[in-house]
Each structure stands twice: as structure tokens, then as C-alpha cells.
């Protein structure tokens, strides 16, 4: 068994990382939109119908989707 001073230990380097580019730890529950995002944009649809088709597949408004693929879409470092 681990404690969490050992967990957070172990991934300092990548929280500090994280934590440098705006990055908290809750984002990854967003992946599977993003990743929505990304093969409905490859598959050619249109912005704004995938703006609306996230935010209800995933029952958030559209400025919560928008913000969040901004946010993903941004360079580190």
C-alpha cells in the first residue's frame, strides 16, 4: 500500500509540469470529449454541429465545450 505523500512524491515532477501549463488533474474526465472532437472534425462536420452535438452527448453547455477544446488545443510551455 502507498500513502498519498508517497504518490505525490513519485509524480511530483509531472504535477509540477501539469500545474505550469493550467493543467489540474480533473481535466482527464474531458479526454473522451476532446477525442469526440477531434474525429468528428477529421470526419469533416462543422463546428458548430459539433459544438452542439458534444454538449448534449455530454449534457454541458457550449461555452463549457468550447472552453474546454480551447484549453486542450493550446501549446505547453
Known amino acids: 500500500m502507498m500513502t498519498k505523500y508517497e504518490l505525490v512524491k513519485l509524480l511530483q515532477g509531472v504535477m509540477v509540469t501539469l500545474d505550469k501549463n493550467g493543467i489540474s488533474f480533473s481535466d482527464a474526465r474531458h479526454i473522451p470529449m476532446y477525442e469526440d472532437w ?3 472534425k ?3 462536420h462543422k463546428y458548430i454541429y459539433i459544438i452542439h452535438y458534444l454538449s ?3 449534457e ?4 463549457s465545450v468550447y472552453r474546454i477544446i ?3 488545443s493550446e501549446d505547453c510551455f
Open 60 to 63: 454541458m453547455s457550449e461555452t
Open 70 to 72: 480551447r484549453k486542450f
Open 56 to 58: 448534449q452527448q455530454y
Open 38 to 40: 477531434l474525429r468528428l
Open 42 to 44: 477529421t470526419e469533416g
